[in-house]
Structures are given as structure tokens and as C-alpha cells.
T-cell receptor, first 111, second 113 residues
Framework: DAKTTQPTSMDCAEGRAANLPCNHS???????VYWYRQIHSQGPQYIIH???NNETNEMASLIITEDRKSSTLILPHATLRDTAVYYC????????????FGKGTKLTVNP | DAGITQSPRHKVTETGTPVTLRCHQT?????MYWYRQDPGHGLRLIHY???????DKGEVSDGYSVSRSKTEDFLLTLESATSSQTSVYFC????????????FGSGTRLTVV
């Protein structure tokens, strides 16, 4: 079973920030939080990951709470092309374990 | 993705026939995975491989077999296709030393009629 829980769906206005929450209350000390997204009919695509510090890259920012039991993926200026299913996953960095996907959050960016 | 290709992209087959899907990588990664995706179920792991001739079952392996005779190819076989195996199949590769985890192929849409 997935180790994370996410809202089933969210909406966001184009140009606004999209904040996608994820709960991972049973996360272990050596597990990272990974985010992937899947645009319609395509394979999932890596977005960002982090351990305990906030992370930012060209796609998004990741905010992890101090107790590491939850995190938020932030798309700072959502576009229509960001409409996708977003998956939050915990895994050990460099680990060989099977990646277990939950059902993710369907984000719809509206014009 | 440039490093991983799946074939065929689309296939329609009849119930009871054998079907083989191919995943090919150019990255020389050790780990390869087959997932299926169905509405309401998300991505579910079928089988995975951690090296040539080394494979293991995932959560929905019944009715599927796999083979990996060389690093670059991971084959998924439906011995006798059933309508419940109509799905989109994704292959993934993983570089254990990579921070980004998995890279997925573009998927194979299989319809069993």
C-alpha cells in the first residue's frame, strides 16, 4: 500500500500558485519525499524530491514540515500544461525497492 | 523519454492469444519495472527485474510472466490474454545512483477483445 495520502482532486487558476499537499505520517528517517506527475496518457515524470530541507528547482518547490509528516508541492505560476495527476511517494534515495504509487491528486488548471 | 522505448504503442488482440510487450533501454540500468494503469487503480506493479535473469513479482503478477535475457530488454508476456488485462502498460527504468528515481516509457495501450 502507498505510504502517502493526497486529496483526490484540486483546481487552480492559471497564473496562480498551486499548492498540493501530501501526508506521510509514517515516513522513516532515511526516506525521501518524491513527487512525480503524469500528464494525460504519458508516463509519470519526475518533478522534485527532498529529505527534510525545502527544495526548489526549475519546475517546483517542495516544502517539508519540520516533523516530516507532511509536505507541499508548489507550482508557483500554474499554466494549463500543468494539468496532470501528481503523485507523492516516499522512498529511500538510491534504494532498489519497488516504487508504490497511490492514486495521486488530479490538478486542473483553469483559464 | 529518449532512454526508454516501449513497443508496440498500441495493440488489439483476442482473448486467449499470447501477447508480448517489449521495453528497451539504452541507459544500461540494472532495474526495470512493468506497471499497469487502470481507471480508479492508479499505477500497479506487475513484475520487476534487478538484473539479467533476475526478476520478481509485483502486486498484480497473476497472468503475466517476464523475461530479461539482456540488460537492455525487459519483456512482459500475457500467456493467454483476458479482457481484464485491457490496460495501459508502462515500463520504467531506475538508476540506483540517480537522485530522480524512475524514468518511465510512453506506455503501451493494450485492448483484449
Amino acid at each position: 500500500d502507498a505510504k502517502t495520502t493526497q486529496p483526490t482532486s484540486m483546481d487552480c487558476a492559471e497564473g496562480r500558485a498551486a499548492n498540493l499537499p501530501c501526508n506521510h505520517s509514517t515516513i522513516s528517517g532515511n526516506e525521501y519525499v518524491y513527487w512525480y506527475r503524469q500528464i494525460h496518457s504519458q508516463g509519470p515524470q519526475y518533478i522534485i524530491h527532498g529529505l527534510k530541507n525545502n527544495e526548489t528547482n526549475e519546475m517546483a518547490s517542495l516544502i517539508i514540515t519540520e516533523d516530516r509528516k507532511s509536505s507541499t508541492l508548489i507550482l508557483p505560476h500554474a499554466t494549463l500544461r500543468d494539468t496532470a495527476v501528481y503523485y507523492c511517494i516516499v522512498r529511500v534515495e538510491g534504494g532498489s525497492e519497488k516504487l508504490v504509487f497511490g492514486k495521486g491528486t488530479k490538478l486542473t488548471v483553469n483559464p | 523519454d529518449a532512454g526508454i522505448t516501449q513497443s508496440p504503442r498500441h495493440k488489439v488482440t483476442e482473448t486467449g492469444t499470447p501477447v508480448t510487450l517489449r521495453c528497451h533501454q539504452t541507459e544500461n540500468h540494472r532495474y526495470m519495472y512493468w506497471y499497469r494503469q487502470d481507471p480508479g487503480h492508479g499505477l500497479r506493479l506487475i513484475h520487476y527485474s534487478y538484473g539479467v535473469k533476475d526478476t520478481d513479482k509485483g502486486e498484480v503478477s497473476d497472468g503475466y510472466s517476464v523475461s530479461r535475457s539482456k540488460t537492455e530488454d525487459f519483456l512482459l508476456t500475457l500467456e493467454s490474454a483476458t479482457s481484464s488485462q485491457t490496460s495501459v502498460y508502462f515500463c520504467a527504468i531506475m538508476d540506483r545512483g540517480s537522485y530522480y528515481g524512475y524514468t518511465f516509457g510512453s506506455g503501451t495501450r493494450l485492448t483484449v477483445v
